[in-house]
T-cell receptor, first 109, second 114 residues
Framework: GQNIDQPTEMTATEGAIVQINCTYQ??????LFWYQQHAGEAPTFLSY??LDGLEEKGRFSSFLSRSKGYSYLLLKELQMKDSASYLC??????????WGAGTKLIIKP | DVKVTQSSRYLVKRTGEKVFLECVQD?????MFWYRQDPGLGLRLIYF???????EKGDIPEGYSVSREKKERFSLILESASTNQTSMYLC?????????????FGPGTRLTVL
């Protein structure tokens, strides 16, 4: 079967750095996405990785290792507004997105 | 500014009622999707469409149907609502560009079936 694993919840302090991990087992791989979802709102796109390595976009970076079936989202200089759920999704061999259950990130002052 | 809109943010229906959820996108996207989101579970794909009048079943199509008569509009229909269809329903769209294929989501409809 296809599976995406992420921690259910993480807590971090304002100004700090947090890494949210995602491991996957899917039938084929055609890219990995990270989305942010604030409570009661729609998911919004953060990043896309299809090749191994690190993609940096401001305070957010996403890393991919295809051989390990592993990705992480790195958030630097955390702000209170970063409190949200972070969703990992993998596009499989049929170009369908398989979604993880999301990681709820709580930022404390 | 790109936009996906859904007809209702909150909806309360009774068991057995026929329910229509409407989704409209203004980005001229070819692809449209309906998901449901439940606590502790990832987004689950109900139906999707790659073109007008075209539809494909997702992972959990049972109890649902869809309609795509126009490119910008994708409707989800619950033929006879049941309590286990109480959920958050999210519509999304994406372009036909397969390279990145980012999906844009609507604000969601929280449906309660009593």
């Amino acid at each position: 079967g296809q599976n995406i694993d992420q921690p259910t919840e993480m807590t971090a302090t304002e100004g700090a750095i947090v890494q949210i991990n995602c491991t996957y087992q899917t039938s084929g791989f055609n890219g990995l996405f990270w989305y942010q979802q604030h409570a009661g709102e729609a998911p919004t796109f953060l990043s896309y990785n299809v090749l191994d390595g690190l993609e940096e976009k401001g305070r957010f970076s996403s890393f991919l290792s295809r051989s390990k079936g592993y990705s992480y989202l790195l958030l630097k200089e955390l702000q209170m507004k970063d409190s949200a759920s972070y969703l990992c999704a993998v596009r499989d061999s049929n170009y369908q997105l398989i979604w993880g259950a999301g990681t709820k990130l709580i930022i404390k002052p | 500014d790109v936009k996906v809109t859904q007809s209702s943010r909150y909806l309360v229906k009774r068991t057995g009622e026929k329910v229509f959820l409407e989704c409209v996108q203004d980005m001229d996207h070819e692809n449209m999707f309906w998901y449901r989101q439940d606590p502790g579970l990832g987004l689950r794909l109900i139906y999707f469409s790659y073109d007008v009048k075209m539809k494909e079943k997702g992972d959990i199509p049972e109890g649902y149907s869809v309609s795509r008569e126009k490119k910008e509009r994708f409707s989800l229909i619950l033929e006879s609502a049941s309590t286990n269809q109480t959920s958050m329903y999210l519509c999304a769209s994406s372009s036909g560009d397969i390279v990145s294929n980012e999906q844009f989501f609507g604000p969601g409809t929280r449906l309660t079936v009593l």
